[in-house]
């Protein structure tokens, strides 16, 4: 079965998830469950909307009660899960195309699943599925969630005006009104929720992030946020219009977090981000642990070590609240931040000087080119003084500073390489080098 993945369920609609498939995830999730009640949600896509009662069909005859509580984001979802400690089931494929569809679950204590999904794999294809008759309920799961924001959000005295990057997608059924209801001033960017996402791809980076970044300059705002398609990833846009990485966001939370935090400053930081960040939290009495990549990965980390901040290069990240990424959450507390500083984000930026780095996915085609590729590039580089295998790939360091992470991906047939240097001419020459690595093993397979 392709569409289990490391952390979640992900793949095209009705050639890989359909109705008789989505009864029969369901049953396999009722089944592992034992029969326990289930929260479900689903985000916009016309594909999860298609296996939505199918899904929930199966849950119920294996005797799970379900709840649906409305079509939102995931941290809507992921919250009531967190709050009524209770599994949760959403219906998303996150930042893939519209033809896209798949689920994520959670813990009653608000950590994704991980290391389940085999379990659910091995149930899903024995097809021996438990039998009972649940029931089923609606209710409305935002209500709770907004009046929780509301709670643990401090906005300071400076007024604060954000772009906003919906690309159709599920942020936008309740952006830009949520921002607006804590005082800031919104700029919105297709905010107008469409089942397809206008026929784009709902990923915040690059082209997509152009359009918001001209509305920040122009209208001079604080700050830009765009949302991936199940929201649980914000990727920043500071007030000259640059799109900040993973590593200079996290940066930024993180002087403005450890420098209050009264508890203990632990910080949980995925191996593809900047090594700087080790330094810079130790300089604030913090300790870091590095995590592997993946949100369901570095959720956990955070919940065991009771982290105040975590994060990841591809902007998901995690705050002392609960361990699960919000990017709204994210885009709050970015607001929070610069509405008690007499700072612009981009000062915060300039004063974050990290070395260089790229992050590249290269397509392998099909998912078992993919696992051949990354178990050659594996095999090639184990042998490096400084390597370290990580549990989808090998990163390994040139000296103190430079290093090279290749690993697969966890969702698309494509292998990631990502390089940290000292400068960008440095850089230039290793991407060449390692990039020749990868399509040389791509050539042989």
């Not at 409305?70 to 967190?82: I, K, Q, T």
Request: glycine letters at 8%; proline letters at 4%.
């Amino acid at each position: 079965m392709t569409f289990f993945k490391e952390y979640d369920i992900r793949g095209l609609i009705d050639e890989e998830l359909n109705e008789e498939t989505a009864t029969r995830v369901g049953k396999a999730l009722g089944t592992f469950l034992q029969g326990k009640p289930v929260l479900v949600c689903r985000d916009i896509r016309h594909s999860s909307e298609k296996i939505q009662q199918p899904f929930i069909d199966g849950l119920l005859s294996t005797g799970s009660d379900a709840t649906y509580i409305g079509e939102y984001p995931s941290p809507v979802l992921f919250f009531n899960s967190w709050k009524q400690r209770k599994d949760g089931a959403m219906i998303t494929a996150s930042h893939n195309p519209a033809i896209y569809t798949g689920f994520k679950f959670v813990e009653p204590n608000g950590c994704s699943y991980v290391n389940q999904y085999r379990d659910l794999k091995a149930i899903y294809e024995s097809g021996k599925f438990r039998k009972g008759e649940g029931t089923y309920s609606e209710t409305d799961g935002y209500g709770q969630y907004l009046k929780y924001l509301q709670a643990v959000i401090r906005m300071g005295n400076k007024k604060i005006a954000a772009g906003i990057e919906c690309l159709y997608a599920s942020s936008a059924v309740i952006m830009p009104d949520l921002y607006e209801k804590f005082g800031i001033e919104t700029i919105p960017s297709h905010c107008t929720p469409k089942p397809d996402f206008n026929n784009e791809r709902p990923e915040p980076k690059g082209e997509n992030l152009k359009a918001i970044s001209g509305m920040v300059v122009k209208n001079r705002a604080a700050f830009g946020v765009g949302f991936d398609g199940d929201c649980d990833r914000s990727v920043f846009i500071d007030d000259k219009g640059r799109e900040l990485n993973g590593s200079v966001a996290a940066a930024i939370f993180i002087r403005h977090i450890l420098s209050r935090h009264k508890g203990p400053k632990n910080v949980v930081m995925t191996v593809d981000c900047n090594s700087e960040l080790k330094q810079l939290v130790e300089s604030l009495g913090g300790r870091l642990y590095w995590s592997e990549v993946g949100h369901g990965f570095i959720g956990r980390n955070v919940y065991e070590h009771k982290a105040a901040f975590g994060g990841e290069m591809s902007s998901h990240f995690w705050f002392e609240h609960y361990p699960f990424s919000d990017g709204f959450m994210a885009g709050l507390k970015m607001a929070e931040l610069l509405s008690s500083t007499d700072k612009k984000l981009s000062e915060l930026v300039d004063e974050t000087r990290f070395a260089p780095m790229l992050k590249e996915y290269v397509d392998c085609k099909t998912h078992e080119k993919k696992e051949i590729v990354k178990d050659l590039l594996v095999s090639k580089y184990s042998a490096h003084p400084t390597a370290t295998k990580t549990r989808d790939g090998i990163k390994f360091f040139l000296n103190e500073l430079e290093w090279v992470l290749i690993r697969k991906s966890n969702n698309l047939p494509e292998v990631c390489l990502v390089i940290e240097a000292r400068n960008e001419t440095r850089l230039k020459e290793l991407h060449r080098e390692y990039r020749k690595a990868v399509d040389e093993a791509i050539a042989i397979v």
